[in-house]
């Protein structure tokens, strides 16, 4: 809590009993015109109106005859604020005499160009170009002379660094400069990169890997923190003690829905900063990865439905007997930085109250989700996968779920369940889930029909996604992972009623595998089919990097993977 803290800073002699004062006095202004502006308008905004009638309704709202006067009250807490905020942050000698400059936005075009060279830059025009337009940008203009100094000191240091790279010069320097324009006037992180050299060069190394990551960075540059503990970036995280954290930290705030969110949100952002950091090290696997979010993701989920369902005034039970089944990338916890979840939402209580609670849990959850916060959002929600679709409940008893699976559900829906697992909730759900489950992937099923509705729905989702390009589409194109993970859902389908071990969700290279094992298909065209897709997966993985929707390459970079997949496939798919 800033305030508990700033009792404490007194308390301890850190800060000036007077200073912490007006500090809370000025917090607790802002902290109340914030509110203010938020009834206004009905959303997470902190901007104060442009119309003249929404400031005077402001005013009115803090006790204020006229929008001066209000603004006259705010004018001292901001620049008391200020006057704190740039104390505790200046050094304590201008050390900024020690900083030496080798260019500055004083130098011309042709001393710029000399000096990148000199370093070894490649692109020198558009990099002079680009460097003079960040001096000449409004927040560089607005920056102290100290600031800017320190600013043109880091980006110096910066150009040494990049240009220590093999390749990539410019774009690297893009990304970086926008980072450092959209942090110009946070004197702390400007203090933090020049105090901590190794973290500008992990800075510059993110951001010559991804475009992802660099663009990621320049909207939280909260997580530099993140970097600047080595022992932290070769740790996974303690998930017990992770999860019992984000609790406390929900439960302490409770009642302050923005709090909260934001909470989820930022807690969520550090430890998925931690992951992007150790996979661009090449800490992590593409597999421990994968992992490592879907269990991050597994936890938000589950302490998000607690924190919602204290929202709503009308629930009839302290905890709901309510879960969230996780399908898609979230349900083969083969889960991506930028994956949406796909679920759907079951409850099993007898309550009369309960449909329309849940509907509503349902709905406040993705709100929560999906919500633009002053953090950011946690993740996109698609409910597509529930029973009848768009045209379904969005919650749906167990009872009638099951009925669902085994009276009406469609083929695909059958295919969708071999990737599905209970992601978060009532405990006791997950038992009948699973169950369920297990017994519609191990009905016995006529092979040729079953072939028949699979290559159907293959060949609606590839005119669905046509590719226009040269380039091999990783995930949509025939021979690509789709077809490997439909080979996989055949697999399971047409085998499980005689071998159970299939129903378990272990992934598709495990499951190819143990098809090969079993004899089910021919052992090295499964090896072969499960390193294609442990290929695919890995460049479409860097490829995201990048900041690219579609994961596109050259035929000839996956002539032997496609080779694989397309075998099996004709072979599996032959209508007898």
Known sequence: STLVTLHTLAEKGIMETATVKKLIEAYTFLRNVEHRLQYLEDAQTHTFPAKEED???????????????????????????????????????????????????????????????????????????????????????????????????????????????????????????????????????????????????????????????????????????ELLDETVLHQLPEWQAFSEDLEQQLTHHKGDTERQMDILRD?????????????LENYLSVEHL???????????????????????????????????????KLGGKELSYASDLD???????????????????????????????????????????RPDGASGLMVSSVTSFIRYQETSAWIWEHQALTRARFCAGYQAIETQFEDTRIRILSQKREENQLKLEIINMRKKMREAHVNRSDLFDLKHDSGGMIDIEFIVQFLVLRYAHNYSELTVNRGNIALLNRCGELGLIDQKMASETANAYRVFRKLQHNIRLQGKENALVSHEKIASELLATRRLWDKLFILT
């Open 55 to 225: 400031q005077l309704i402001i005013a009115r709202m803090m006790n204020c005859d006229s929008t001066s006067q209000l603004l006259g009250q705010l004018a001292p807490y901001r620049k008391f604020v200020a006057e704190q905020f740039d104390l505790i942050f200046k050094e304590k000698e201008i050390e900024n005499s020690t900083i030496t400059s080798t260019i500055s936005d004083r130098d011309d075009e042709e001393s710029i160009s000399l000096h990148l060279v000199s370093l070894g830059f490649g692109e020198t025009d558009e990099t002079v170009k680009r460097l003079i337009a960040t001096w000449k940008s409004p927040k560089m203009q607005s920056l102290s002379e100290i600031n800017r100094d320190k600013m043109i000191a880091l980006i110096n240091t910066a150009l040494i660094m990049i240009a220590k790279q093999s390749s990539g010069h410019l774009q690297t320097l893009n990304r970086l400069l926008d980072f450092m324009e959209a942090i110009a006037r946070r004197t702390a992180y400007l203090a933090l990169l020049k105090e901590y050299p190794h973290t500008l060069q992990r800075v510059v190394r993110m951001m010559a890997a991804s475009d992802w990551a660099a663009k990621f960075l320049t909207r939280h540059p909260i997580l530099l923190d």
């Open 267 to 279: 807690m969520h952002h550090a430890l998925l900063f931690r992951f992007l950091a150790q996979d």
């Open 290 to 328: 994968a992992d490592a979010l879907s269990k991050l993701a597994d936890i938000i989920v589950a302490s998000t439905i607690q924190a919602v369902w204290e929202t709503i005034t009308t629930r009839h039970c302290d905890k709901p007997q309510f879960a969230v089944i996780a399908y898609g």
């Open 343 to 385: 679920i759907i939402f079951l409850y099993d209580d007898s309550h009369p109250d309960a449909p329309a609670s849940y509907a509503k849990l349902a709905q406040r959850f993705i709100t929560w989700m999906t919500s633009h916060t002053s953090a950011g959002i946690l993740f996109d929600i698609d409910v597509a996968l």
